[in-house]
């Protein structure tokens, strides 16, 4: 990898705002920059090469043993802007199946939050909402959750007394076919649907309004 030091690396930006789950979208831009700084980009844009044989041309061979450098090193700089607990998830990926999990991770998620409560929110454009033309009543607002705050969901079977009743996860949606909310749980690294939760959004907000880095710590 490159010397931090150089005045003119960039990947402080990454050093100093880790990847932790809610702030993909700004994190995957900062990565984009500084992978496109050090000529690197087109490790995430292309298809990797072929394997040559051992007997293919000397340039053919060169070019591929450069691109399996570049996405080494890309591979470090994206787990060295993770935090411990996605490296944890990650480390065994190569960088495009990697980056296309984290997308479908968390750049839908959001997407598919806000698509949800937009149907339901009125406008000055429309009489109704389009939540009221589909099913012809209003809805409520009062389950709206703010996205990424943490919460609390109750554990369906616990092996022994020792273990947490609790796990704490992430709030990161709505589901389509039934109610409850969609959480994101780092330890197994998957999204499930809960009927109920005990939200942190106070802890959330208060995070934000004092400049404060609100990123997921799982509680030991």
């Given at each position: 990898?490159?010397?931090?030091?150089?005045?003119?690396?960039?990947?402080?930006?990454?050093?100093?705002?880790?990847?932790?789950?809610?702030?993909?979208?700004?994190?995957?831009?900062?990565?984009?920059?500084?992978?496109?700084?050090?000529?690197?980009?087109?490790?995430?844009?292309?298809?990797?090469?072929?394997?040559?044989?051992?007997?293919?041309?000397?340039?053919?061979?060169?070019?591929?043993?450069?691109?399996?450098?570049?996405?080494r090193d890309?591979?470090?700089?994206?787990?060295?802007?993770?935090?411990?607990?996605?490296?944890?998830?990650?480390?065994?990926?190569?960088?495009?199946?990697?980056?296309?999990?984290?997308?479908?991770?968390?750049?839908?998620?959001?997407?598919?939050?806000?698509?949800?409560?937009?149907?339901?929110?009125?406008?000055?454009?429309?009489?109704?909402?389009?939540?009221?033309?589909?099913?012809?009543?209003?809805?409520?607002?009062?389950?709206?959750?703010?996205?990424g705050c943490?919460?609390?969901?109750?554990?369906?079977?616990?092996?022994?007394?020792?273990?947490?009743?609790?796990?704490?996860?992430?709030?990161?949606?709505y589901p389509?076919?039934?109610?409850?909310?969609?959480?994101?749980?780092?330890?197994?690294?998957?999204?499930?649907?809960?009927?109920?939760?005990?939200?942190?959004?106070?802890?959330?907000?208060?995070?934000?309004?004092?400049?404060?880095?609100?990123?997921?710590?799982?509680?030991?």
């Amino acid at each position: 990898m490159e010397n931090n030091n150089n005045p003119f690396n960039l990947r402080y930006i990454l050093e100093n705002n880790k990847l932790s789950g809610t702030n993909f979208l700004d994190w995957e831009m900062n990565l984009r920059i500084v992978l496109n700084c050090e000529r690197k980009l087109y490790i995430l844009e292309t298809d990797p090469p072929k394997t040559p044989d051992a007997n293919s041309r000397a340039s053919e061979l060169t070019s591929f043993k450069k691109y399996e450098d570049d996405a080494r090193d890309v591979k470090c700089i994206i787990m060295d802007s993770m935090t411990a607990e996605l490296q944890r998830f990650h480390a065994d990926m190569e960088v495009r199946p990697m980056i296309q999990r984290l997308r479908d991770l968390y750049q839908g998620q959001p997407q598919n939050s806000a698509a949800h409560t937009l149907n339901r929110v009125p406008s000055k454009a429309v009489e109704s909402t389009p939540y009221e033309l589909w099913r012809g009543r209003k809805s409520s607002f009062s389950y709206f959750k703010i996205w990424g705050c943490e919460a609390y969901v109750k554990r369906l079977m616990t092996s022994n007394k020792l273990e947490p009743k609790s796990d704490k996860v992430i709030f990161v949606g709505y589901p389509k076919e039934t109610r409850g909310y969609e959480f994101y749980h780092p330890s197994d690294n998957k999204i499930f649907v809960a009927r109920n939760g005990t939200f942190l959004e106070k802890e959330f907000l208060s995070a934000i309004t004092s400049g404060r880095k609100f990123w997921f710590r799982e509680e030991l």
